[in-house]
């Protein structure tokens, strides 16, 4: 992957790291959608994610809400952000390696 890449998806309210984070008020865990960009990066470059120097989460995912993934690729790094309908919910740089 070089360029641009999107991909739509969403955290189901099933998901193993979703019960006790926040009984009553569910939020999806940032490190859920970390997990997700990381392997999402991986699987399309070839490349390993060798750090994260720059995460900044700005609004709260709810379970089950669809958001866009959006990564912009250089030859060792990228750029992703996360929105859900008009809201930008997390922004960063990842570090990559072969």
Do not use: Y
Not at 20 to 32: E, T
């Amino acid at each position: 992957m070089t360029g641009e890449f999107c991909e739509h998806f969403h955290i189901a309210a099933s998901h193993r790291a979703l019960p006790g984070h926040f009984p009553g008020n569910p939020v999806v865990p940032g490190v859920v959608l970390l997990e997700r960009v990381c392997a999402v990066v991986e699987r399309e470059s070839g490349m390993r994610v060798i750090g994260l120097p720059q995460v900044k989460f700005l609004h709260p995912l709810r379970p089950g809400e669809t958001v866009e993934l959006r990564i912009e690729r250089s030859a060792s790094s990228a750029k992703f952000s996360i929105r859900h309908v008009r809201e930008l919910v997390a922004t960063g740089t990842l570090e990559l390696a072969p």
